[in-house]
């Protein structure tokens, strides 16, 4: 069983989200605000923080910060559950901290799968970074490494929405994506485009027909920006 | 027309008494008679005639040339010279005072008559055009404006007050000479590069450029001649500080207006999402149970855009203000589309 922390200062969001990821087959913890979440992480470690960004008095950046500057909680994976959207400025800051983002208001049964999802994803890159460690390779290559699979999440999230505003072209993503090429190559890892995708995959549905119009709704719009981008 | 008062300048008394004659038979009146430069000086000064006749050879200190010149320059009262032989020395001399006519001796009435007559029109025609000149130049210093008019070979033809000080040299210093030497600051490096444009195509150049810590859009227009053909090109300085310090001023506020704004959505971003988070997530487990928790989130929403409206109120008195003081004024503040305005119910 999963252990989840909700850190959210809304307590209609906390009780419909402790209620809904409880029937699911989580275990949740939920706390009102940054403060409160980091006294709890003293004691416990989940599997994932679900962080609401805009919170008094301490926000979810700078909840994110605490979280990474300390050695005990820094591998925790990290998703913003929120209900503005992060700015150009805030992703490029802490886009390579947070696995991804998820904008209010997210329907329950495709938010189930992509928390799985993350989880795993990062279990997996975690055993991997544990295996390059121990084959001797510089710790830093495989912390830019992590840093990079995380930041191409997100920008082509951020990519696909200020597309029209903008302007911009994918260019900045190739960039990205042939920097995370070298450093795979770097670490021995294979370079098959199936495998780079991977952290893109795991935010599909398993059951793409069996959606209904709502959930095909709220793919569309807000979860699953990157999968467009992505492929 | 009141016949005109002539002052009689001659040291030799019977020659001067047969010209005293000679012009009240003419109908003229005289004003009086000198015999010495000095003497002579001093009585013009005291009856201001209408027109002096002067000999060139005078007996004393003073000859009738330097007379000439001290009355033209003192009194400008136009001088006729009697002489009796004029030699090119002599003649070139007189010509320097700008004589308004010679007379040799022996002259007969007639001529008398036709040169006074001569010497009073010209001398009228420069006052009006001296007059004129004034105007021209009064109305060219009431601009604020810094003017230049040059001439298709880039020759200075005339500058007002604004443009002498802007280029620190006096006008009549400037005048007649090549554009170019008034560039000795390199200030005019632009407005020479667009000159020449200006003359080959005849079509008005006008750009903006910072100078000395002030603004200025500067115009070059061709002035055509009557044949269309290019005469002159006007240079003309506009100082636009002040219009630009007001436009940065505003696109001031309004940046930190709109950063404001964009905080205020983000916020509003949240405060709406959290609700409809909490909606969803209330159907999706179990609506009926949650009914009226439901119908609290949604009257939060309902409190929530009750806000943007009246966010949108403060807006719409806003703009109306604006657009009501600058529309006629400055176009920095443009009419919006206006599509969906019931006309600023309040």
Not at chain 2, 211 to 227: C, M, Q, S, T, V
């Amino acid at each position: 069983m999963h252990t989840l922390m909700l850190v959210d200062d809304n307590p209609a969001i906390r009780e419909i989200f402790s209620i809904f990821l409880e029937k699911t087959g989580f275990q949740v913890h939920v706390v009102p605000g940054g403060k409160e979440c980091l006294d709890f992480l003293k004691t416990t470690v989940p599997d994932l923080i679900l962080l609401d960004i805009m919170m008094e008095p301490m926000d979810g950046w700078e909840t994110l910060c605490a979280i990474r500057n300390s050695p005990a909680t820094r591998s925790i994976p990290v998703m913003m559950l929120t209900g503005k959207e992060p700015t150009p400025f805030e992703l490029q800051q802490y886009g390579k901290w947070i696995e991804d983002y998820v904008m209010k208001p997210v329907d329950f049964k495709t938010l189930a799968g992509s928390l799985t999802g993350v989880i795993e994803s990062h279990r997996n890159m975690h055993m991997e970074v544990k295996r390059l460690k121990t084959e001797g390779f510089d710790p830093a290559v495989i912390d830019e490494y992590c840093n990079l699979r995380r930041t191409i999440v997100v920008s082509k999230k951020l990519m696909h929405r200020f597309r029209d505003t903008w302007r911009v072209n994918d260019d900045g993503i190739r960039m990205q994506e042939e920097h995370l090429r070298q450093l795979r190559v770097t670490l021995g890892l294979p370079v098959s485009g199936q495998d780079m995708n991977r952290q893109v995959e795991r935010n599909k549905p398993s059951d793409d027909d069996g959606m209904d119009e709502q959930s095909k709704y709220w793919r569309g719009n807000n979860v699953y920006h990157n999968n467009r981008s992505g492929n | 027309m009141e016949k005109a008062a002539v002052f009689i300048v001659e040291d030799e008394s019977i020659v001067a008494e047969d010209i005293r004659q000679t012009i009240e038979n003419l109908g003229y009146s005289v004003s009086g008679i000198a015999r010495s430069g000095e003497d002579a000086l001093e009585k013009i000064m005291e009856t201001q005639p209408d027109l002096v006749l002067m000999d060139i050879h005078l007996a004393g200190a003073m000859d009738g040339i330097e007379v000439a010149r001290q009355v033209h320059e003192l009194f400008k009262i136009p001088v006729v010279y009697i002489t009796a032989h004029a030699d090119d020395e002599l003649l070139a001399r007189a010509k320097v005072t700008e004589p308004y006519g010679y007379i040799l001796k022996p002259y007969d009435e007639r001529e008398l008559y036709s040169v006074i007559e001569m010497a009073q029109y010209k001398h009228r025609m420069e006052q009006r055009l001296a007059e004129r000149e004034r105007t021209i130049r009064a109305l060219a210093n009431a601009i604020p404006d810094a003017i230049m008019l040059l001439d298709r070979q880039k020759r200075v033809i005339a500058i007002n007050e604004t443009m002498a000080q802007r280029l620190g040299r006096n006008a009549d210093r400037v005048t007649g000479f090549p554009v170019a030497e008034c560039n000795k600051d390199g200030s005019l490096d632009t407005v020479l590069r667009h000159l020449d444009a200006v003359i080959e195509y005849g079509r008005k150049v006008q750009f903006e450029q910072q100078d000395r810590g002030r603004w200025y859009e500067i115009a070059l227009y061709p002035i055509p001649d009557i044949d269309r053909s290019l005469a002159w090109i006007v240079i003309q300085y506009h100082d636009i500080t002040d219009h630009k310090e007001f436009e940065a001023q505003l696109s001031k506020e309004g940046i930190s207006q709109i950063e404001h704004n964009m905080e205020q959505f983000q916020i509003l971003n949240d405060q709406i999402r959290n609700p409809l988070q909490a909606i969803m997530g209330y159907i999706d487990i179990d609506c009926t149970v949650f009914t009226p928790k439901i119908k609290e989130q949604i009257h939060l929403i309902d409190t929530l855009v009750a806000r943007l409206d009246k966010g949108w109120m403060e807006s719409e008195k806003v703009r109306s203000f604006l657009l009501l003081h600058y529309r006629h004024g400055r176009d920095t503040v443009t009419e919006g589309k206006g599509k969906d305005v019931q006309g600023g119910q309040t």
